[in-house]
């Protein structure tokens, strides 16, 4: 009997307290700024060839005083000025499918 006593005590203690704890309240949703309305439909992932390319782009953000979003997003509008004024063309899909990110480009820069 003695451990039915044991067993039971600890639940006849939490059935018995007179005061429930509330969960305090979600604070109200605040209104999303103008820069993050969009910020979904301007995000895209970027996976490089290799751990260098990251790097070399962080310690190149650092040099600039920038983020390096803002390397990447200079490059590419660069890339985009070049090809809309057909001063670069589409790379040249090779047969298969290699596993490293850009792998199917003849990339004209290899860091590390």
Known sequence: MARREVAVEPIEFLMARETVEDTPEAAPARKRTPHERGRRGRKLGVTFPSEG????????????????????????????????????????????????????????????
């Open 53 to 112: 390319w990251a790097e070399a782009v962080r310690e190149l953000a650092g040099r600039w005083g920038v983020r390096p979003g803002d390397v990447l997003v200079l490059a590419v509008a660069r890339l985009m000025a070049d090809v809309e004024g057909g001063e670069v063309d589409g790379p040249r899909r090779p047969a298969g499918f290699q596993e490293r990110a850009g792998g199917m480009f003849d990339l004209p820069w290899e860091a590390g």
